[in-house]
């Protein structure tokens, strides 16, 4: 992507200040985004964005620049202004490089780039059939599809050198149910590390169906009761919660600055026994999973919280300095526009020993969410608020009237500790995480859990 000797130039420009490492990271990434409606293809974009970013460090100071001007003199223009900001007076001479090969744990058979696009529509038109076709009150379906090919060279001033290719699909299902004035909404956006065989391989019928099968319920659900209940949260993409209200205080963006709930709380417990909390960026072809991280670290599998005792943070480079502990392979970036920061891959709850089934008929009264929708939290004090997809009533043990209108209201820490049953049936669900460091795909996920009280907003009070 750039030689070796061009990027030493850089890297010893960088540090030409008094800087005591400088890094630089070179993106290549091609793109297809596509969207069907009303059964043809709306939109089709690709593209394709080259840059390069550049970072020096000094102590605890961290300098960012970026440019998409790859030529000798446009590269060491930008690592020179980044060097501007740091005032050293010690010149540090760059290790040699040891070329590492990020050693690809996610197979990929069929590169996107290489397949027709008509090969792409006919997938997203049969996914459009088999959820419009569902029922009659289907009014509309939106299939989006999404692949690319990113690929990397990261470089230090440690000797660190490595190149990456990373490769990701994604299908996202949208159905629109109708009567009269009403309408409701079904959605499942399937995704993984994987090329087009991902699509080829993917149970499409499940996914349409699945996304038309909660419009249409949904048509028919009653307005949810508000009030503090027992809530049941369903596996896959009910890891959000966790993601989102404890995942986040768990990197060390937050941690370093005791900006989180969990910070200065290793060795600690923080939720039942029942509970073991785990990243894993390792996990074969899943969305969030990563070869090696935006820093050209190995990706591994970071256990942070195992039987409920807080075990440790998900720490990118530049706050290892801070915290005075190892980078966990957790510096991520949406791209080369941003400096990377601690960020999580695929986290999920581990699976427990409790079937669902035990759990919903060791339920009397509350709340069972089968699919989550979006939400807001507060990183700092883990207050979140999570609209529902799709709920239903829980009475004596069983799963009753469908219900709508329910948000989950409640602080991340504290919903931790009052988990009581644990499912065994973990599953994943893919999504994207906004944050400093920009947009990345990352998996969350969960088995069945119980929480013994959420406060749940409906639309009426009971």
Request: aromatic letters at 8%.
């Amino acid at each position: 992507m750039l030689n070796k000797s061009l990027i030493e130039d850089v890297l010893t420009a960088a540090l030409s200040t008094g800087g005591d490492f400088s890094e630089i990271f070179v993106e290549d990434r091609f793109t297809n985004n596509m969207m069907l409606q009303s059964g043809k293809i709306e939109t089709s974009l690709a593209g394709r964005d080259f840059g390069v970013g550049i970072r020096v460090f000094k102590g605890l100071q961290s300098v960012y620049a970026y440019t998409t001007d790859f030529s000798k003199e446009g590269l060491i223009k930008a690592a020179k202004n980044a060097a501007q900001a740091i005032n050293g007076d010690h010149i540090i001479q760059l290790s040699p490089f040891v070329k590492e090969t990020a050693v690809n744990v996610h197979p990929i058979e069929l590169l996107p780039q290489e397949i027709a696009k008509t090969r792409k529509a006919a997938v997203m038109k049969k996914a459009f059939d088999t959820a419009k076709n569902y029922h009659s009150s289907i009014s509309q379906v939106t299939v989006r599809y999404m692949d690319e090919e990113q690929n990397v060279l990261i470089a230090n001033s440690e000797g660190k050198f490595i190149e990456d290719k990373r490769v990701r699909s994604r299908m996202a299902i949208q159905a629109i149910a109708s009567r009269g004035n009403q309408m409701e909404m079904g959605f499942y956006g399937p995704g993984a590390h994987q090329g087009f065989e991902f699509m080829e391989n993917l149970n499409l019928d499940h996914y349409a169906k699945e996304a038309a099968r909660i419009a249409v319920t949904m048509l028919d659900a009653d307005p949810c009761p508000s009030g503090k209940f027992p809530v049941i949260i369903d596996n896959e993409f009910g890891g959000v919660i966790f993601h989102e209200a404890c995942g986040h205080g768990l990197e060390a963006a937050a941690v370093a600055k005791n900006n989180s709930v969990f910070a200065n709380r290793i060795g600690e417990r923080v939720a039942p026994e029942i509970v073991t909390y785990i990243d894993d960026g390792t996990l074969t072809n899943e969305w969030g999973s990563i070869n090696i991280d935006d820093e050209g670290e190995k990706a591994r599998k970071n256990v942070l919280i195992e039987n409920g005792i807080l075990k440790g943070y998900l720490i990118d480079k530049f706050n290892s300095r801070r915290m005075g502990m190892e980078s966990t392979g957790s510096g991520r970036r949406e791209s080369f526009r941003f400096a990377p920061t601690s960020r999580m891959t695929n986290t999920f709850i581990a699976p427990g020993k409790s079937t669902p089934e035990e759990i919903i008929s060791n339920t009397e009264h509350g709340i069972y969410t089968k699919y989550m929708g979006g939400g807001q939290v507060n990183p700092a004090t883990g207050d979140y608020n999570f609209a529902v997809m799709e709920a239903y009533e829980v009475k004596n043990g069983k799963l009753g009237r469908p219900l709508k209108g329910a948000t989950l209201i409640g602080n991340g820490a504290k919903t931790l500790q009052l988990v009581d049953m644990v499912g065994n049936n973990l599953g994943h669900g893919a999504g994207m995480c906004g944050a400093s460091s920009g947009s990345i795909p990352v998996n969350v996920g969960q088995p069945m859990i119980r929480v013994s009280e959420i406060t749940v907003g409906g639309t009426k009070g009971e």
